[in-house]
């Protein structure tokens, strides 16, 4: 038996009058979703617990069958695994986005204008990264470089309660409100004013200013956390499998849970990512073997935190037509018995442009037995199936059959 997930993050919304009133998944054109959904059977699961905040960290690892309320110990650390840094159990790791501010004289003063940096290249973001690390970095603050704008703080030997606030939650508002707050920080304001100054005029922001692109003109830090330690997904379930994912978080998570986690050429974790790439990256794990493979798609949650309703559309098209329909057909003719289902991780609105803890719409076909809801998948149908799970692991239990 074969299992499958495509996590599309961020998909689920709300109606939009801009759609005729549609959510963007209920505007896009999704044949092969709505297939598993006609054919299987789709409903609600509530992936955040109320006791945490409604993050694509919380949420994958409740999608993953792990209760966030008593695995998690925060975002940057299950980034870190991703990258290869060795953290000590003292050490505290942290998210060091690299985000564009607002010409301000007094740092404080500046506004939130893009936490993503213009979508910054990993190319770029690297060069400026590993400049930054030569002038901020000491015996107990290291700097490592991961992918586009999202890199990684760890203070060595150091105390928890230092608290962040995510760039993407607060574009276009005034940061002095949200600066970190807690024991480091003074430390954290600190290294992002230095940080400033030392990316003020560097080569790269200057290339990027001259195309018209959003230069990386400072760095903000959240998501502290020590050394994660979660069971092995085989021994809660039985599988072996494999995360194709382009975001340093989710390769994190399925590193802890005992997953391969499969490196794509070309895969950005935006629309223009390499979606034909990570099916084939998909498919060709299954042939070799694996027994659950996790595909991640994170298109929809930045075109989400982006206010940009037509991207969101069309990327939830691309992730139906690139990845669903290509790995659906591929299971259908291995002569193997299987179970695929898609789902969102938590919704990002596009009315709201973060993340919310609404439960999200799922739709699973399993071959062994067929369901036939006859529903199209959208956020308005699941929740009229009358199918709603309170969890991410009752929901993973269910469509493994367990």
């Excluded at 719409?361 to 809801?373: D, I, M, Q």
């Excluded at 199918?387 to 993973?396: A, H, R, V």
Aim: charge should be negative.
């Amino acid at each position: 038996m074969k299992y499958v997930i495509v996590l599309s993050d961020g998909m689920a919304d709300y109606p939009i009058a801009a759609l005729g009133g549609k959510t963007p998944l209920e505007a896009a054109n999704t044949p092969h979703m709505d297939e598993i959904s006609r054919l299987g059977q789709c409903g609600l699961v509530k992936t955040v617990p109320d006791s945490v905040a409604p993050g694509s960290d919380t949420a994958n690892l409740s999608v993953m069958g792990y209760a966030p309320q008593d695995c998690y110990t925060g975002r940057s650390p299950l980034e870190a695994v991703s990258m290869g840094i060795e953290l000590e159990p003292d050490d505290v790791a942290m998210r060091c986005n690299l985000v564009t501010l607002s010409d301000a004289s007094r740092y404080e003063d500046a506004d939130m204008v893009d936490y993503s940096a213009g979508e910054i290249t990993t190319e770029e973001s690297v060069q400026l990264v590993r400049d930054l690390a030569e002038q901020l970095q000491t015996d107990t603050v290291r700097l490592y470089p991961g992918i586009s704008y999202r890199h990684c703080l760890v203070l060595k030997h150091a105390q928890t309660g230092t608290y962040g606030t995510p760039p993407h939650d607060i574009t276009g508002r005034p940061i002095a409100q949200y600066l970190a707050k807690g024991v480091y920080a003074d430390l954290l304001l600190d290294l992002q004013k230095r940080s400033r100054e030392i990316l003020k005029d560097h080569p790269v922001n200057l290339d990027r200013i001259a195309r018209g692109l959003n230069p990386a003109t400072s760095c903000w830090f959240w998501g502290e956390g020590r050394r994660p330690s979660l069971v092995k997904f085989a021994e809660l379930y039985g599988l072996h499998g494999a995360v194709v994912s382009a975001v340093d978080l989710i390769k994190g998570i399925g590193i802890c849970a005992g997953f391969e986690s499969i490196d794509v050429p070309g895969a950005t974790g935006t629309i223009d990512t390499n979606f034909a790439g990570k099916a084939a990256a998909a498919i060709d794990a299954l042939r070799r073997g694996l027994d659950f493979v996790y595909i991640h798609l994170e298109a929809p949650d930045e075109c989400g935190h982006h206010g940009d309703i037509e991207g969101k559309r069309r990327s939830i098209e691309l992730i139906d037509e690139k990845i669903v329909g290509p790995v659906h057909e591929y299971l259908k003719n291995a002569e193997e018995s299987y179970a695929i289902m898609v789902l969102p991780d938590h919704p990002t609105p596009i009315s709201t442009r973060t993340h919310a803890r609404d439960a999200v719409p799922f739709a699973f076909y399993n071959s062994t037995f067929a369901a036939g809801s006859g529903k199209l998948y959208n956020e308005k149908t699941a929740a009229a199936s009358g199918l709603y799970f309170s969890d991410g692991p009752s929901l993973m239990r269910y469509f493994l059959g367990k």
